[in-house]
């Protein structure tokens, strides 16, 4: 079945630890996004790739890298930098090429800090 | 700039009762779509809905419907005779084309619905 995978479902870090979320998907999208959920304040996108090898940063990306290598893969990485990272984020693609796109999303990754 | 604004933070409703949740929109462009997606307990959001700026036809989907008023630039969606299933947090978006030409989605802060049985 087509979709979007993401894992870990869970996932625990110590402080000063990058750590690195998992995205695949098999749609043959050529745009990925990220997104961080937090209670309240709805989705906000950190960034965001249009074609593989070049990726823009959203509204939150400080703190956050990535890397757009293959069209399938689009990684997250939570660097130290980020100081609040606790919180559910959300992978999702789509075409991008059209306005009338839906996104699909991947089941998420719960990041908390210990 | 884009805004999706869901003042409803969270909603309770008894099971068989009508919910409406409510999504106003900012936008400067002409052309855009609206989105609605259920994110249930499980955490993957799902499409339910899209509309397009040109079209303020009301839609009707099983127990689901949607109100688009430009005028008012609103969105709403209405659950007739809600179910413990519908229990989940909705999420209202806006797309556009940015100005390289891909689409750009805003999200709402979502509404969390609990349907008690």
């Known amino acids: 079945d087509g979709g979007i995978t993401q894992s870990p479902k869970y996932l625990f870090r110590k402080e000063g630890q990058n750590v690195t979320l998992s995205c695949e998907q098999n749609l043959n999208h050529d745009a990925m996004y990220w997104y961080r959920q937090d209670p309240g304040q709805g989705l906000r996108l950190i960034y965001y790739?249009?074609?593989?090898?070049?990726?823009q940063k959203g509204d939150i990306a400080e703190g956050y890298s990535v890397s757009r290598e293959k069209k399938e893969s689009f990684p997250l990485t939570v660097t130290s930098a980020q100081k609040n990272p606790t919180a559910f984020y959300l992978c999702?693609?789509?075409?991008?090429?059209?306005?009338?796109?839906?996104?699909?999303f991947g089941s998420g990754t719960q990041l908390s800090v210990l | 700039a884009q805004k999706v604004t869901q003042a409803q933070t969270e909603i309770s409703v008894v099971e068989k009762e009508d919910v409406t949740l409510d999504c106003v929109y900012e936008?400067?462009?002409?052309?855009?779509?609206l989105f609605w997606y259920k994110q249930p307990p499980s955490g993957e959001l799902v499409f339910l809905i899209r509309?397009?700026?040109?079209?303020?036809q009301n839609e009707i989907s099983g127990r689901y419907s949607w109100n688009f008023q430009k005028s008012t630039s609103s969105f709403n969606f209405t659950i007739t005779a809600s179910q413990v299933v519908d229990s989940a947090v909705y999420f209202c978006?806006?797309?556009?084309?940015?100005?390289?030409?891909?689409?750009?989605?805003?999200f709402g802060t979502g509404t969390k619905l609990q349907v008690i049985p």
């Open positions: 978006a806006l797309s556009e084309m940015n100005s390289g030409g891909y689409q750009k989605v805003t």
């Open positions: 936008t400067r462009d002409t052309t855009y779509y």
């Open positions: 509309r397009n700026s040109f079209d303020e």
């Open positions: 790739s249009q074609i593989v090898n070049d990726f």
């Open positions: 999702a693609s789509s075409t991008g090429k059209w306005t009338n796109e839906k996104l699909f």
